[in-house]
């Protein structure tokens, strides 16, 4: 059975970084695509970045081009987030997701299978 469990959140500054991890268990990761998505208080779930080992390719939100890296070890089953420069609007809850077979081109929710329960951002000024 496949599962994804997220871990890493916690509560920075505006500037600041943190990085996300995501462990995928049952299941080979490098035959899921990955995605990172973000949900604020009293929004939608929002797609931030995904990837997919088989073509290497990874995809990301306007909002976080040049300050979000999605990156994969597959031998650790684990995919990251690295998140820099953080502002006010990137807090809330992150969700790592997965869904077997290559990336669609979108990062929509509706695109994946298997949810982390999520793990919560707080940015502060």
């Known amino acids: 059975q496949v599962q994804v469990t997220e871990y890493g959140g916690g509560s920075v500054q505006t500037g600041g970084s943190l990085t996300l991890s995501c462990v995928l268990s049952?299941?080979?990761?490098?035959?899921?695509?990955m995605g990172w998505f973000h949900q604020a208080p009293g929004k939608e779930r929002e797609g931030v970045a995904s990837?997919?080992?088989?073509?290497?390719?990874?995809r990301y939100a306007d909002s976080v081009k040049g300050r979000f890296t999605i990156s994969q070890d597959n031998s650790k089953n684990t995919v990251y987030l690295q998140a820099e420069n953080l502002n006010l609007e990137d807090a809330g809850t992150y969700y790592c997701?997965?869904?077997?077979?290559?990336?669609?081109?979108?990062?929509?929710?509706?695109?994946?299978?298997?949810w982390g329960q999520g793990t919560r951002v707080t940015v502060s000024s």
């Open positions: 049952g299941h080979k990761i490098a035959d899921f695509c």
């Open positions: 990837f997919y080992a088989g073509s290497g390719r990874a």
């Open positions: 997701a997965a869904d077997l077979g290559q990336c669609a081109s979108r990062l929509d929710p509706y695109d994946y299978t298997y």
